[in-house]
Each structure stands twice: as structure tokens, then as C-alpha cells.
């Protein structure tokens, strides 16, 4: 399901630029140690687990990391409650989705 959660932090592809860890960190007004927690835990995708001296992040990983921020802050929810209320999330916009091809194909 984790994949999923990056249904929500879709991004054009021809704007999407990549950001070093300290400028996602920065952009997303949080530390690289949070950036770095978030890796380790899996909340910015599988491959991102381990970061490495030449690691690069989408625009997708900022929208991400300012969600978790936001929910963790805002409304004190912990770091993998974050990751399952965005999973929930990406799975309601996914069911919403279907739910307008549906009515698409019946013609409402």
C-alpha cells in the first residue's frame, strides 16, 4: 500500500527538477535527520530506504515530506501514523477515481 501514497504527490513530469537532501529538507521546513527518519521508515517509497552521499529527491518526495510535517505538527499525529493516514488517503482518491469511470461508462 505504500506505493499508493504517491498517487497523491503526482507531478507533471516535464516540471519536475530533483533536490539534494538538505534543499528538500529546507523546502519542506524540517531538518535532514527528520528527512533522513522518513527514508529509513519507508515513507518516501522503498527505494529512497537508505540514503546515499548522491541521493536525489522529486518534487513528489517534497509534497510528501510537508504532509508528514504538517500532520505530525499540526495535529500531532507520530511519523508512521503520517504514513498510513497518506496510504488512506491515496486509497480514497483512488476509489473516487473509479467511482468517476463508473459513472463515466453509465453515462451519469
Known amino acids: 500500500m505504500r506505493g499508493k501514497r504517491f498517487l497523491l504527490a503526482r507531478i507533471r ?3 519536475e527538477r530533483q533536490l ?3 534543499e528538500l529538507a529546507r523546502l519542506a521546513e524540517t ?4 528527512v533522513r527518519e522518513y527514508c529509513e521508515m519507508g515513507l518516501l517509497g522503498e527505494e529512497v530506504r ?3 552521499p548522491d541521493i536525489r529527491f522529486d518534487e513528489g518526495a517534497l509534497f510528501l515530506v ?3 510535517e504538517q500532520l505530525r ?3 500531532g499525529v507520530s511519523a508512521s501514523g ?3 493516514v497518506l496510504d488512506l ?3 480514497v482518491e483512488e476509489l473516487e477515481q473509479e467511482i468517476r469511470s463508473l459513472r463515466e461508462a453509465l453515462g451519469r
Open 66 to 68: 510537508r504532509r508528514i
Open 13 to 15: 513530469e516535464e516540471e
Open 82 to 84: 503520517a504514513g498510513l
Open 50 to 52: 537508505e540514503i546515499g
Open 20 to 22: 539534494a537532501l538538505g
Open 89 to 91: 488517503a491515496a486509497r
Open 73 to 75: 505538527i499540526e495535529y
Open 31 to 34: 531538518t535532514e535527520a527528520m
